[in-house]
């Protein structure tokens, strides 16, 4: 269970990484995102990111579990 935590830590460090360095890192400006934006009120649901992250996770785990076996 640790070693999950690990990798989930480590990707976390990446992503942040990532956007350290590159600040306009396209991820959460994808299509299907829904961003609505009136005079004093915005909505942003990252739909179509949270499924590309959750599918990037899951083979990625995936991955992990295989070699920890």
Do not use: C, Q, R
Not at 39 to 50: D, G, Q
């Amino acid at each position: 269970m640790a070693k999950i935590f690990i990798t989930i830590g480590l990707m976390f460090v990446i992503y942040g990484i990532l956007l350290y360095f590159f600040e306009e890192f396209p991820l959460f400006k994808l299509p299907g995102d829904i961003y609505i934006e009136k005079e004093n009120f915005k909505f942003y649901f990252p739909i179509t990111s949270s499924i590309l992250i959750s599918i990037i996770f899951t083979i990625i785990l995936n991955i992990v579990s295989k070699f920890i076996k």
